[in-house]
T-cell receptor, first 113, second 115 residues
Framework: DAKTTQPNSMESNEEEPVHLPCNHS???????IHWYRQLPSQGPEYVIH???SNVNNRMASLAIAEDRKSSTLILHRATLRDAAVYYC??????????????FGKGTHLIIQP | GAVVSQHPSWVICKSGTSVKIECRSL??????MFWYRQFPKQSLMLMAT?????????EQGVEKDKFLINHASLTLSTLTVTSAHPEDSSFYIC???????????FGAGTRLSVL
């Protein structure tokens, strides 16, 4: 499976934008870039995904480099509830949808009040 | 977003007994569900892919006779840990893939402690 590299942790202030980077230099042409986050003792939560173009939804924005070897998850205005481990995952599709996910270590995002 | 319910949220059992965990998609039909395991301070690891009406596909190193998966309906998958031992103690999490095929919605997880 293609691998992603993320910083172990990042810290930001409440109500500030947060940019979470992810490197995936071995991405293949058909891999989608998915982001999930996990709060302590809970199941992961879907954040956003994309293939080539930048994507926006109500939770975040995803900026994908032109060569697709890196991407950045953008939280426009962080709140304390955004403190979580954020996972950048390359997703392979087969059999009608995305396969089971390969989680790395993720980035532990700390939000300071 | 869609809701996936997982039950029980925690269970304590004696060594040698079996434990069943249920995963339900409450407001959508899920042809495909997944089971993951997470040990303390580690990341989630995919155990198996469960497709409605067919046998589950297990990841390398996961014993299919120990972790029995049944996906008999479009809204329910179950994981049974048979003859549980202390090393099976972990956080078990299910997910259901939505009908677009893009997104997995996760349950809240089941914490299993085997004494």
């Amino acid at each position: 499976d293609a691998k992603t590299t993320q910083p172990n942790s990042m810290e930001s202030n409440e109500e500030e934008p947060v940019h979470l980077p992810c490197n995936h230099s071995t991405i293949s042409g058909t891999d989608y870039i998915h982001w999930y986050r996990q709060l302590p003792s809970q199941g992961p939560e879907y954040v956003i995904h994309g293939l080539t173009s930048n994507v926006n939804n109500r939770m975040a924005s995803l900026a994908i480099a032109e060569d697709r070897k890196s991407s950045t998850l953008i939280l426009h205005r962080a709140t304390l509830r955004d403190a979580a481990v954020y996972y950048c995952i390359l997703s392979v599709y087969s059999g009608g949808g995305a396969d089971g996910l390969t989680f790395g270590k993720g980035t532990h995002l700390i939000i300071q009040p | 977003g869609a809701v996936v319910s997982q039950h029980p949220s925690w269970v304590i059992c004696k060594s040698g007994t079996s434990v069943k965990i249920e995963c339900r998609s409450l407001d959508f039909q899920a042809t495909t569900m997944f089971w993951y395991r997470q040990f303390p301070k580690q990341s989630l690891m995919l155990m198996a892919t469960s497709n409605e009406g067919s046998k589950a596909t297990y990841e390398q190193g996961v014993e299919k006779d120990k972790f029995l998966i049944n996906h008999a309906s479009l809204t329910l998958s179950t994981l049974t840990v048979t003859s549980a031992h202390p090393e099976d103690s972990s956080f078990y999490i299910c997910s259901a893939r939505d009908q677009t095929g893009d997104i997995q919605y996760f349950g809240a997880g089941t914490r299993l402690s085997v004494l």
